[in-house]
């Protein structure tokens, strides 16, 4: 799946995996050594994230049932917790750098667009 910026314009990343079952919530990134600029894992039913016994820091992009951002995380390392964003349904977890290169912001609206 494609993730994209509705308000921006642009692409936040090109291959997204849906993490929706019990188990691949849980898992997450777990166990992976990086992370690409091209993907991401969509968390779903997530409010936060905590990077216990991750490898390497990312970006989170929280998102609510409109596919609105209502909270953003930067370069999250690993071993420390996010805020809380009660409004959040989705965790769009990107390779840290990607909020900035590609400028997304509170109040921006996304697209979950299958491939």
């Known amino acids: 799946m494609r993730i994209r910026n509705l308000?921006?314009?642009?692409?936040?990343?090109f291959k997204a995996i849906l993490a929706?079952?019990?188990?691949?919530?849980?898992?997450?990134?777990?166990?992976?050594k990086h992370l690409d600029e091209s993907e991401a894992l969509v968390i779903t039913q997530c409010q936060a994230i905590h990077m216990f016994f991750m490898r390497f820091p990312i970006d989170v992009v929280?998102?609510?049932?409109?596919?609105?951002?209502v909270g953003l995380v930067k370069d999250i390392p690993p071993f420390f917790l996010s805020p809380v964003f009660f409004k959040a349904y989705f965790a769009?977890?990107?390779a840290a750098g990607v909020i900035a290169k590609t400028?997304?912001?509170?109040?921006?609206?996304?697209?979950f667009e299958k491939d």
Do not use: M, Q, W
């Open 20 to 32: 929706k079952s019990f188990f691949t919530r849980a898992k997450g990134l777990l166990g992976r």
């Open 7 to 13: 308000t921006k314009e642009n692409i936040l990343c």
């Open 92 to 94: 769009v977890e990107l």
């Open 103 to 111: 400028k997304v912001s509170l109040g921006d609206v996304l697209a």
């Open 62 to 69: 929280f998102v609510d049932k409109t596919y609105r951002v």
